[in-house]
């Protein structure tokens, strides 16, 4: 079943096309990976999905329902969440209070609320850190509050925006861990810089290059295509063969 489609999704911030007809679609279990270098235009793309920035044209249909332009919360409130490059916690709330927040757009009712988010707070590592504010916490941390709080919303469809930038070797092993005793519960599209991390995780990559769709296709196929590694290494080592 297809959960998600873009169709022709197009941005231009004055003469810059951040995003040029980019279409794909995703099917509800999967998890696609979306890379691409700086600049490729894939925070824009997310921000568009997710109700941030609207598209200059193009269609995006989630669930069966038109959601271009909507706002945030109605795209979140349909089933889709998210998180953000640039970690977003509430420096002076407890991590709990932070998981609630998420937790209360779905649950009107606090005490129900609150149990949710313990569960979550359990299955992310925090559980021993609910009372902590958000500014007392490292990065790592954070992360994993802001990946519990768009969880807490119970979303059909999860997009995460570089989720192991900025982590060492050690903590972004164990985020991948953590990544994948979710696989079987939620749809995940994610961009990720780090091929050797996004890779084995994906079922499909989407490369995008100066704001359009390069290459689209099974991991090991993307990887080794000469596209692909000319708009990462230059062409010159495609020509090569380095």
Known sequence: ??????????????????????????????????????????????????????????????????VTGKRPDRICAAGLARTFQIVRVFPELTVLDNVVVGALHRHKDVGVAQKRTYELLERVGLEDRSNALGRELPLAARKRVQLARALA???RML???????????KEAGAAVELLKSFRQEITIVMTEHVMEILMPLSDRVIVLVEGKKLVEGQPKEVSTDKRVVAAYLGEKFVASGE
């Open 159 to 169: 997009f995460l925006d570089e989720a192991m930038a900025g982590l060492n070797k």
């Open 1 to 66: 079943m297809v959960l998600l489609e873009v169709n022709g999704v197009t941005k231009h911030f004055g003469g810059v096309a951040a995003n040029e007809n980019v279409s794909f679609s995703v099917e509800e279990g999967e998890l696609v990976g979306i890379m691409g270098p700086n600049g490729a235009g894939k925070t824009t793309l997310f921000d568009q999905i997710t109700g941030f920035q609207a598209p200059d044209s193009g269609r995006i249909i989630f669930d069966g329902r038109d």
């Open 153 to 155: 919303t119970e979303p």
